[in-house]
């Protein structure tokens, strides 16, 4: 069965300040690790996703996450954030939580909330 | 192509009625799944299909069926709403089971039971 955690339910910054976004994982199959954005009202958009190779792996607007197979993480950040990164995130792993290496078991979300 | 397409966009039904939540897709994706989204949930899978003619059961199945006739249309029947199943409703699908990981995400029904 697979599992994630993400330990914080919200996170404030100032705008142009780093952020990381913290995910922990269980997973029984092959890791595939996944994060998602939801911009208000919207439905979810891949930011970025690890599969294999490189453990830094990069996505869009900006957002970076690493892979730590030691620590079971994959942890989300950005150098400097906008006020436009205001958003739900989501972390997702491969497989079902009941078990099965297919679809995908998300997180319960972190709202980052960008101050001016 | 349009995508993974739901409609409606937002619904309000009274306690005990029924009601069908629509979801197609046009890019002959065998997978297609059922989540619902709750405010410090995150998104739980109700329903999954890996092809036509073939459905189980998710983490939270009660109170919602499912049926896969065609690979464009997946279904998500409420049989007596109740106000515990009010949430926002989206719909995804994937290529196959194996790449059931890359998932395309409808807009989303925004359901409100009162």
């Known amino acids: 069965a697979q599992s994630v955690t993400q330990l914080d339910s919200q996170v404030p910054v100032f705008e142009e300040a780093p952020v990381e976004l913290r995910c922990n994982y269980s997973s029984s199959v092959s890791v595939y690790l996944f994060w998602y954005v939801q911009y208000p009202n919207q439905g979810l958009q891949l930011l970025l996703k690890y599969l294999s190779g490189s453990t830094l792996v990069k996505g869009i607007n900006g957002f970076e996450a690493e892979f730590n197979k030691s620590q079971t993480s994959f942890h989300l950040r950005k150098p400097s954030v906008h006020i436009s990164d205001t958003a739900e995130y989501f972390c997702?792993?491969?497989?079902?939580?009941?078990?099965?290496?297919?679809?995908?078991?998300f997180g319960k979300g972190t709202h980052l909330i960008i101050q001016p | 192509n349009a995508g993974v397409t739901q409609t409606p966009k937002f619904q309000v039904l009274k306690t005990g009625q029924s009601m069908t939540l629509q979801c197609a897709q046009d890019m002959n994706h065998e997978y297609m799944s059922w989540y619902r989204q709750d405010p410090g949930m995150g998104l739980r899978l109700i329903h999954y299909s890996v092809g036509a003619g073939i459905t189980d059961q998710g983490e939270v199945p009660n109170g919602y069926n499912v049926s896969r006739s065609t690979t464009e249309d997946f279904p998500l029947r409420l049989l007596s709403a109740a106000p515990s199943q009010t949430s926002v409703y989206f719909c995804?699908?994937?290529?196959?089971?194996?790449?059931?990981?890359?998932?395309?995400f409808g807009p989303g029904t925004r359901l409100t039971v009162t």
């Open positions: 997702a792993v491969r497989g079902r939580s009941g078990g099965g290496a297919d679809g995908l078991t």
């Open positions: 995804a699908s994937s290529y196959s089971w194996r790449q059931s990981y890359e998932q395309y």
